[in-house]
C-alpha cells in the first residue's frame, strides 16, 4: 500500500462532470489500496478571469489582495472536490493551505514553499479520508495567504509528494503527455514514455508549457517520480523521473520553441574592467533575466561587442538602459532585434553522441533559415533565429532528428 498524490489541472475540474470524473479516480486508488492525497487548481479560466478583474478594479492592485483574491478559486475547487467524493460514499476532507501548514515565504505572488507540516495530512490519512488540498496557494510565518506563481499547483502537489515521501506524483491535464515538440506546430510529434528532470527542466525554461519548473525540481531533489497524463483517458502519460542509463542512447529528447525573444547587440564597448559587468549589473537590477551573452574582441582586444537575450517584453527597459549606458562610457552603439525566437534541441544524450551541433545547424542552413546566436551546455543547444522562421525550424529539427520515431523503434540518433 502506498501513497499517491493526484494533481489535477483547471481544465480537469472545469465543471460539475470533471469534478466527478477527477472524484472517481481519486476514489480508485483508494479502493487500490493506496492513501490519496489531491491537489486541485482553480476551476477551468477562473484564475484568468479573476486576474482581470483585479486589473479592472485597481491600476496596479496591491500585491496582497491579489492573494487574496486569487487564492479563492481553489477554495472553490477542493470543496466542490470533497462533496463530490462525500456523494459518492467516501470520507474525504478539503484543507487550505492555512489550515495544513504550507508555508512560505512573504514575497506575495511568487513566494516559494519553504516548509509544509506533516501533522494534519497525516492525521486525516490516518482516519481512511482522501485529503485535497488548494494548490498554488500558501501561508507565511505572520498568516498572510501567499501565492506561488501562476500554474504553482504542479509545485504544491510535487512538494506535497515529496515531504509525504509519496510513489508517485501523477499530473492530470488536458494533454496526453510530454511530447517531442509542440504538437499544435509540429503535427507528427510523438509523446514521450520516459524523460529524464535535468531534460524536462530545460523544456520547462526553454519554451514548452507543461509543467511549473518547481515542481520539477522538487520532483528532482527527492526522487518522486511525476507522471503527467490525461485526465480523460486510462492511458499511460509521460514518466519524468531520475536518469536511466537506456536515455542516453539517443541524442535528442524533443525540441522547443519560445517566440517571444529579443536580442541586444552592445557594439564597440572599451574593454576596461569591469564594463560589461556594469552593463549587466544595471540589467540585472531591473530584474530583467538575460540568457545566453555572447562577446568577442576587436581591436587587439581595445574592444568588446556583446550580445545576448531576453524576453520581448523586457526590451524597452533594456534599451533605456544599455542607450544611457553607452552614451555615458563611451560605447560605439546599441542595436535591438525584437522579434526573434529560439529553438532548442535536447538531450542527455547529447553528452555521448558527437555531430548534434552540426547537425542542428546543416538544418538550418538547408532551411535557408538565418541564426543570430548559438548556445550550447551539456544537454541542449539553442539557435536564436528571426521570430517568422520559429516554427519552420522547429519543424525542420523534429524531422532532422528523427523524431517522430519512437527510440523502442531502434532510433539510435
Ligand atoms: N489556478 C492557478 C493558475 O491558474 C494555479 C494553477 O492552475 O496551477 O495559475
Ligand atoms: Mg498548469
Not at 110 to 138: M, N, S, Y
Not at 248 to 254: P, T, V
Not at 370 to 390: A, F, K, Q, Y
Amino acid at each position: 500500500m502506498g501513497l499517491i498524490v493526484q494533481k489535477f489541472g483547471g481544465t480537469s475540474v472545469a465543471d460539475a462532470t470533471k469534478i466527478h470524473r477527477a472524484a472517481r479516480r481519486a476514489i480508485k486508488a483508494k479502493l487500490d489500496g493506496h492513501r490519496v492525497v489531491m491537489v486541485v487548481s482553480a476551476m477551468g479560466k477562473t484564475t484568468d478571469k479573476l486576474v482581470a478583474l483585479a486589473n479592472e478594479v485597481a491600476d496596479n492592485p496591491p500585491k496582497r489582495e491579489w492573494d487574496m483574491l486569487l487564492t479563492t478559486g481553489e477554495q472553490v475547487s477542493i470543496a466542490l472536490m470533497a462533496m463530490a467524493i462525500h456523494s459518492a460514499g467516501h470520507e474525504a476532507i478539503s484543507l487550505t493551505a492555512a489550515q495544513l501548514g504550507l508555508m512560505t515565504d512573504s514575497v506575495h505572488a511568487k513566494a516559494r514553499i519553504q516548509r509544509i507540516e506533516r501533522e494534519r495530512l497525516e492525521r486525516e490519512l490516518e482516519l481512511g479520508k482522501i485529503v485535497i488540498v488548494a494548490g498554488f496557494q500558501g501561508i507565511d510565518k505572520t498568516g498572510e495567504i501567499t501565492t506561488l506563481g501562476r500554474g504553482a499547483s504542479d509545485t504544491t502537489a510535487a512538494a506535497l509528494a515529496s515531504v509525504l515521501n509519496a510513489d508517485t506524483c501523477e499530473i492530470y491535464t488536458d494533454v496526453d503527455g510530454v511530447y517531442t515538440a509542440d504538437p499544435r506546430l509540429v503535427p507528427d510529434a510523438r509523446k514521450i514514455n520516459r524523460i529524464s528532470y535535468d531534460e524536462m527542466l530545460e523544456m520547462a525554461s526553454s519554451g514548452a508549457g507543461v509543467m511549473h519548473s518547481r515542481a520539477i525540481e522538487f520532483g528532482m531533489r527527492f526522487g518522486v517520480p511525476i507522471h503527467v497524463r490525461s485526465s480523460l483517458t486510462d492511458v499511460e502519460g509521460t514518466m519524468i523521473m531520475a536518469e536511466t542509463e537506456g536515455m542516453e542512447a539517443i541524442a535528442i529528447r524533443a525540441v522547443t520553441l519560445r517566440q517571444d525573444l529579443a536580442v541586444i547587440f552592445v557594439t564597440g564597448i572599451p574593454n576596461k574592467r569591469g564594463m560589461t559587468s556594469k552593463l549587466f549589473a544595471e540589467i540585472g537590477a531591473r530584474n530583467i533575466v538575460v540568457d545566453d551573452i555572447v562577446q568577442n574582441l576587436y581591436e587587439s582586444g581595445q574592444r568588446a561587442n556583446v550580445g545576448f537575450v531576453i524576453e520581448s517584453a523586457d526590451a524597452p527597459i533594456a534599451r533605456e538602459v544599455a542607450e544611457r549606458l553607452a552614451r555615458e562610457n563611451d560605447f560605439g552603439g546599441v542595436e535591438i532585434y525584437d522579434g526573434v525566437s529560439k529553438v532548442s534541441a535536447i538531450g542527455v544524450g547529447m553528452r555521448s553522441h558527437s555531430g548534434v551541433a552540426a547537425k542542428m545547424f546543416e538544418t538550418l542552413t538547408e532551411a535557408g533559415i538565418d541564426i543570430h546566436t548559438i548556445s550550447t551546455s551539456e544537454i541542449v543547444i539553442g539557435c536564436v533565429l528571426p521570430r517568422n522562421d520559429g516554427p519552420r525550424a522547429l519543424a525542420a529539427l523534429h524531422a532532422a532528428f528523427d523524431l517522430a520515431t519512437p527510440p523502442e523503434a531502434g532510433r539510435t540518433q
